[in-house]
């Protein structure tokens, strides 16, 4: 590590699926046929009238700086959303508009952490949250979730790990790696401890609302006795397949808004205003474009599942959200493959991308080292070629 950077910056690891991905790079430029199961991004191009939209706004000029919290029109568009998806009632000085999901958790975290707050992440947890924390001068304490339990924390453990120091609970669902999802139920029960602790914040990260195989999305925001204290986060990316346009938004108490705010204004100012006319297209447009990569995901997770369940030994649960399969892969630790020893999932992540050319990533990244993580987000041709490839090396 360069002497010259600074102890904040030194102290950042590089995304695990940053990694996988450079390394398929470099195998593709030495004309290696890498298929990519580590990427989280749908494979589906912007529905066609969201960029007609946004074309217009390029011809109108719309190309000014935007304000900082967002335009009028997509707050208010995104307060309609709430009312309307998740019976929640929100005003627009309650919402926030940023560079994607991801800067908006970095704000809030920024916004309400002290050098020393503990944050509850339950693993297996997206792999940037515990960078962010870090970035927010916060501590990690981590809570483990198994596959034995479907990746969720109970109220007991929830309990068990808040400390006078406890700011902030981080709650994904559904889940960035594991497709698990909170029912109604389970949320209001951990809801109940939350509420004994009028120092908790939760960060509620529902992203892939729009995302689910069964049942219907509930939000902890919509548990009367705790909405105060619940921030949630969501975004246009994974829904409307606009990963790369940029726009999250967040719902919080207007206190925490306007700080979010005061900080964006002088790091970034406001999202794309371009994008943001986009976002507003995705939220008040016909959702079909939505409905149908959700089919079309569901039935490539039903072939994902089919594959891996053939394979002695491994646990596999039915992803009920978002477009992951995680596999607890541990039986295959400590065994000789084509005379290549694996130790742990990095090792098996390594050894499925150089044998099998397939990039996968470990769970090691997501805090459940027993496990590898694969995105479905690809065709389904490149998900039965990738599975006969990752039996043939591992069967």
Not at 4 to 26: D, F, Y
Not at 147 to 174: A, M
Not at 371 to 391: F, G, P, Q, V
Request: hydrophobic content about 40%; proline content about 5%; overall charge neutral.
């Amino acid at each position: 590590m360069n002497p010259q950077l600074s102890k904040l910056v030194s102290q950042l690891t590089e995304s695990e699926t940053i990694a996988m991905i450079r390394k398929s790079n470099e195998l593709r430029a030495e004309g290696i046929d890498v298929i990519s199961m580590s990427l989280g991004e749908p494979d589906f191009p912007t529905p066609q009238h969201i960029k007609d939209v946004a074309k217009r706004a390029i011809d109108n000029n719309i190309s000014h700086y935007a304000p900082v919290a967002g335009f009028p029109e997509l707050r208010e568009a995104i307060v309609n959303k709430f009312q309307n998806e998740n019976s929640l009632t929100y005003q627009s000085e309650d919402i926030m508009v940023s560079n994607g999901a991801k800067h908006t958790i970095t704000n809030i975290l920024m916004a309400i952490l002290n050098p020393g707050d503990e944050v509850i992440l339950p693993a297996p947890y997206w792999v940037s949250y515990r960078e962010m924390v870090k970035l927010a001068g916060g501590i990690n304490r981590v809570v483990k979730a198994g596959i034995e339990q479907e990746f969720k924390i109970t109220p007991q453990q929830l309990e068990n790990s808040i400390t006078n120091r406890t700011k902030i609970l981080i709650l994904n669902s559904p889940s960035n790696p594991s497709g698990a999802v909170y029912s109604k139920q389970e949320l209001t029960a951990l809801a109940k401890i939350i509420e004994r602790h009028p120092n908790l914040f939760v960060i509620s990260d529902e992203v892939y609302e729009h995302i689910m195989y069964e049942g219907v999305h509930f939000s902890l925001a919509q548990i009367d006795d705790i909405k105060t204290r619940v921030i949630v986060v969501n975004s246009v990316s994974k829904s409307y397949a606009m990963t790369g346009w940029r726009i999250g938004y967040m719902a919080g108490p207007p206190w925490l808004v306007k700080a979010c705010t005061n900080l964006q204004g002088q790091v970034t100012s406001g999202a794309n205003s371009i994008a943001q006319m986009a976002a507003i297209a995705a939220l008040t447009g016909s959702d079909d474009d939505t409905v149908k990569m959700r089919n079309i995901f569901r039935a490539r997770r039903d072939r994902l599942i089919e594959g891996f369940k053939s394979i002695s030994g491994l646990k596999v649960m039915n992803p009920q959200g978002a477009f992951y399969l995680f596999p607890d892969v541990s039986t295959l630790f400590n065994r000789k493959f084509n005379d290549r020893l694996i130790r742990n999932s990095e090792d098996l992540s390594w050894y499925l991308l150089e044998e099998a050319h397939v990039a996968t990533v470990p769970g090691s990244a997501f805090g459940s080292p027993e496990c590898i993580r694969l995105s479905y987000a690809t065709s389904d041709k490149n998900i039965e070629i990738a599975m006969r490839r990752i039996i043939s090396k591992i069967k």
